[in-house]
């Protein structure tokens, strides 16, 4: 199993990456893989139609 957490704070490494990784280590006692994307500093454009 993987667990992906998507971070979209506008803060990289606000409370919110913090929750998840509290949270991430408690599934990686359990040898749950995890992932966390995080989003502040993308650029996040529209859909162009193509």
Same mark, same amino acid.
Do not use: H, W, Y
């Given at each position: 199993?993987? @667990? +992906? ?5 506008? *803060? ?5 990456? +913090? +929750?998840? *990784?509290? @949270?991430? /280590?408690? +599934?990686? *006692? %359990?040898?749950?893989?995890? %992932?966390? @994307? !995080?989003?502040?500093? !993308?650029?996040? /454009? ?5």
């Amino acid at each position: 199993m993987k @667990v +992906l957490a998507i971070n979209a704070s506008a *803060r990289r490494d606000g409370n919110t990456a +913090l +929750l998840i *990784r509290s @949270v991430f /280590e408690a +599934l990686d *006692r %359990e040898g749950i893989e995890t %992932e966390m @994307v !995080q989003l502040a500093g !993308q650029t996040i /454009e529209p859909c162009k139609a193509c």
